[in-house]
């Protein structure tokens, strides 16, 4: 019984503080789904990420609120036929469901396997219209795996996940295009940032504001590809 009514008491003050959260109440306000929006779009203030006509890849992107940052900052133009469309390209892959996002294509499946990779790459050719290798401007992942409490276990799945995210940027991102990845400090973060620099021009770790402050989550950002990946 003292476990059960340790357990409220927990989800009572996790509950107190998610309805109070002023990130909270901002995402509300402004129609995203989750606070996590504005993690990203103080990553894109601060390293100048997201344009107009950008071909974007949101790996973890379940519930949606970064798919929704990246729809709206690409902004809409005229097609062809008259009708508005996303001035770029967004797609996004979770394990997790996903309700639709407007002009945003979705993928349900493990970015582990390699049936999942298929058609995450058969997406990118679709709406490039040809081979999707180098021609990707952005890959942001807020992935991160089902922890254990074991912090060798759990710093190895990080590791993984982290390794899968840059293998997919290296070999999908043009030259000058970026990574950004969530990681999390502890036995894992340095090799994160060793595998970062060793691939790219430019890394920074940058923690949001939306972030919350007991949390060990932080961002690498990656841009500009070394020569040779």
């Not at 989800?11 to 503080?17: F, H, P, R, S």
């Not at 606070?35 to 990553?43: D, H, N, T, V």
């Not at 609120?65 to 508005?84: I, S």
């Not at 790459?121 to 040809?130: H, K, T």
């Amino acid at each position: 019984m003292k476990v059960k009514t340790q357990s409220k008491k927990v989800n009572k003050a996790w509950l107190n503080q998610h309805v109070t959260d002023p990130w909270v109440r901002l995402a509300q306000k402004e129609g995203y789904r989750a606070r996590a929006a504005y993690k990203l779009k103080e990553l894109d203030e601060t390293f100048h990420l997201v344009h107009p006509g950008q071909c974007v890849v949101d790996l973890g992107c379940a519930p949606g609120a970064w798919c929704q940052y990246l729809r709206r900052r690409l902004g809409t133009t005229t097609g062809p036929d008259g009708q508005p469309r996303v001035r770029g390209t967004v797609i996004g892959l979770d394990l997790l469901p996903m309700e639709p996002v407007d002009g945003v294509r979705f993928i349900q499946g493990d970015f582990r396997e390699e049936a999942t990779l298929a058609a995450l790459q058969a997406a990118l050719a679709d709406a490039l219209g040809g081979d999707a290798a180098h021609r990707v401007d952005l890959v942001v992942s807020d992935m991160a795996p089902n922890l254990s409490g074991v912090e060798e276990v759990d710093a190895a799945r990080i590791e993984h996940l982290i390794e899968l995210a840059v293998d997919f940027a290296v070999a999908h991102l043009k030259p000058d295009g970026a990574l950004v990845a969530k990681v999390f400090h502890g036995g894992a973060y340095d090799a994160a940032v060793r595998l970062f620099r060793a691939h790219f021009r430019t890394v920074k770790a940058h923690k949001p504001k939306a972030s919350r402050p007991q949390s060990a989550e932080t961002f690498l950002v990656g841009v500009g590809l070394k020569s040779g990946g």
